[in-house]
Nanobody
Framework: QVQLMESGGGSVQAGGSLRLSCAVSTASYCMGWFRQAPGKEREGIAT???????TITDSVRGRFTISKDNAKNTLYLQMNSLKPEDTATYYC??????????????????WGQGTQVTVSS
């Protein structure tokens, strides 16, 4: 059974930073971060594939950075210049056998339980 464990969430003021980590129990070609705010649909934030090519959604571009440590099977999301609208539960997910990350979240087969990020103004 694949396990993903997020950490690093918390409460910060606007303009602050947080670094999320996701420890994964198995290697994966594609890894990604998603978030969901109350009353809103799940949103894809960033992905990183087997070649370390990344995608990032426009709403966080220039503020968030996705990275990974293959030796540790750990995924990271560095979040800077946080805004109140970044408040959400953040999830990591993997698409284990996708050499290039899929465009649809439904193709990510394994998910973490989420970590809460709250940004106050």
């Amino acid at each position: 059974q694949v396990q993903l464990m997020e950490s690093g969430g918390g409460s910060v003021q606007a303009g602050g930073s947080l670094r999320l980590s996701c420890a994964v129990s198995t290697a994966s070609y594609c890894m990604g971060w998603f978030r969901q705010a109350p009353g809103k649909e799940r949103e894809g934030i960033a992905t990183i594939d087997s070649r370390s090519i990344t995608t990032i959604t426009d709403s966080v571009r220039g503020r968030f950075t996705i990275s990974k440590d293959n030796a540790k099977n750990t995924l990271y999301l560095q979040m800077n210049s946080l805004k109140p609208e970044d408040t959400a539960t953040y999830y990591c997910a993997i698409a284990r056998f996708w050499y290039r990350c899929p465009g649809e979240a439904t193709h990510f087969g394994d998910w973490g339980q989420g970590t809460q990020v709250t940004v106050s103004s």
